[in-house]
């Protein structure tokens, strides 16, 4: 990765198209101490080596009738059943998020359902698939954390 791509101006950049995906360049140039276009061309270079892979609406979950929201850790012990529950994580317009991780589950799940009955449902299609573990989400302290890049430490010091 070029060093100059994650500069001070474009770690400016970065947490701010985060904070507000929607800031006009000119909004953006006023932060940082630069023209409209001199930001849209840096805006560019960035999507153009993959630092910026899109940009998504946040929605609020209770308005679009899925207020209830849970984790979902999944357990299958073949490669059969972790292959089959990530086809079905991916169909179900329930399942937010699918991760396969590490440790004594092998697949977390973040899921946003309409209430209990819905849960109830989805978590009956996950029993094909492995012992399964829920906890249900009572609060979101924060959701949306920025991504700082990497920057490593000087080892001139």
Same mark, same amino acid.
């Given at each position: 990765?070029?060093?100059?791509?994650?500069?001070?101006?474009?770690?400016?950049?970065?947490?701010?198209?985060?904070?507000?995906?929607?800031?006009?360049?000119?909004?953006?140039?006023?932060?940082?101490?630069?023209?409209? !276009?001199?930001?849209?061309?840096?805006?560019?270079?960035?999507?153009?080596?993959?630092?910026?892979?899109?940009?998504?609406?946040?929605?609020?979950?209770?308005?679009?009738?899925?207020?209830?929201?849970?984790?979902?850790?999944?357990?299958?012990?073949?490669?059969?059943?972790?292959?089959?529950?990530?086809?079905?994580?991916?169909?179900?317009?329930?399942?937010?998020?699918?991760?396969?991780?590490?440790?004594?589950?092998?697949?977390?799940?973040?899921?946003?359902?309409?209430? !209990?009955?819905?849960? %109830? %449902?989805?978590?009956?299609?996950?029993?094909?698939?492995?012992?399964?573990?829920?906890?249900?989400?009572?609060?979101?302290?924060?959701? %949306?954390?920025?991504?700082? !890049?990497?920057?490593?430490?000087?080892?001139?010091?």
């Amino acid at each position: 990765m070029d060093e100059r791509l994650l500069d001070e101006t474009n770690r400016q950049l970065l947490a701010a198209l985060q904070q507000d995906g929607r800031a006009s360049y000119r909004e953006l140039g006023d932060l940082v101490g630069l023209s409209p !276009p001199a930001v849209a061309d840096r805006i560019k270079r960035l999507e153009e080596a993959g630092v910026i892979v899109g940009y998504r609406a946040i929605i609020d979950l209770e308005k679009v009738g899925r207020p209830l929201m849970a984790t979902v850790r999944v357990g299958p012990t073949t490669k059969e059943e972790c292959n089959r529950l990530e086809s079905w994580a991916a169909e179900q317009a329930s399942v937010l998020r699918c991760w396969r991780v590490t440790g004594e589950d092998c697949y977390h799940m973040v899921v946003a359902v309409s209430g !209990p009955t819905e849960l %109830h %449902h989805l978590l009956d299609g996950v029993m094909e698939y492995g012992p399964s573990n829920t906890s249900l989400v009572l609060s979101q302290p924060f959701d %949306h954390a920025i991504v700082e !890049p990497y920057v490593p430490a000087d080892d001139a010091g």
